[in-house]
Structures are given as C-alpha cells and as structure tokens.
C-alpha cells in the first residue's frame, strides 16, 4: 500500500510562484486521491505486491486503464513535487543551479546553454496539447525532452531512460494562480526548479 509522501518544503515556501491554496488542492486533495484510489484498485491483487514503476509496467501492458492512470499520477506527482524548491537568489540561475555538475555539461551539449535549454522546456510544455507531464531525461550521456499525456510518463516506454524533471501541465497545476496562461507558470517553474536535486539524478 502506498502512502502520500509529505511536502519536502511548507505550503507557504513557493509563493508567489505557487500558493498555499494551489499546494493544498494539488497536493492534499489530487495527489491524495490518486494515492487513496490506487490503493483501493490493487488491494487483494497481484499488483499489490509490485513497486510503483512495476505496477505502470504491468498495468500499460495488460491495458488496465484505472490502475495505469493512478500509479501514474503517484509516480508523477511524487517527482514533480521532489523537482520543486524555493526561489533561486538574485543571479543564481545561470551559475549556482548547474555549476560544474554533468548536467551543465550535457545542458551545454544538447542545448547550447542554459537560456536555450529553459527555451526548449517552456516551448515543449505550452505546447503539450491537453492535460499531461513534459519530462527531462537522460540517456547515454544525452539529454532528451519527451511530452506525455495524461498520466503517462517515460516510465511505461522509456524504461532505459533516467528521469530528471517533469513539469505537470495538468490546469490543476496552475489554474488557481495562473488561470489559462500555462506558460507563465512553466516560466516561473524553472525559477524554482531545485536544480541540484535534478543535478543529483543524472547517473
Ligand atoms: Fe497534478
């Protein structure tokens, strides 16, 4: 049985960015439910014994829509929560975030930098028709921007790939606080990316 994972910062560290009453709707009430909803669709089955990424894995592969969908939005909203922090001080987002770490390099790489890079996040995610997630991978030593839909993710197709960052472009995300506009929000996510949690992912 899965267990909703605590905030790892108050409800109140993220504002102006995200309010307490987004992150009290998003976290206690969405994530909640998926968690408490899941837990209902494995009980007494042989998904119950799997782990989370197991649980996506068998579920796509045996099209069971309800327990897919739910792990999913475990999985994801356990992740995107982790890849947020407070405000990056006063000229940190081009030095402190990324400084040599592998990710600067490959950010340097695959992008051209990190103005191109934050560019190429914001375009994928406003461009994410629909409710879904835009993730950052790695693989191979490359960085790779993937868009999923609803609750899919790189789990299910990607299993060789690292995670690093996912953006939820679901309105819940940001309707609250941003009403319509998803690039703004995606704008001022990536000031409050936790850059060296996501630095510490890329094996
Ligand atoms: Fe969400």
Known sequence: MFELPPL???????????SEETLTFHHDKHFNAYVTTLNSLIKDTPYAELSLEEIIRKAAAEDNKPIFNNAGQVFNHDFYFKCLGPAHK??????????????????GETFGGREKFWE????????????????????NGKLEILNYSNADSPVRDRPSATPLLCIDVWEHAYYIDYRNDRKKYVEQMLQHVNWVQVASRVS
């Open 8 to 18: 790892p910062y108050e409800k109140t560290a993220l504002a102006p960015f995200l």
């Open 90 to 107: 006063e000229g940190e987002g081009d030095a402190c975030p990324l400084d040599g770490c592998a990710l600067k390099k490959m950010v």
């Open 120 to 139: 190429s996040l914001v375009k994928a995610a406003t461009g994410n028709f629909g409710s879904g997630w835009t993730w950052l991978v790695q693989e």
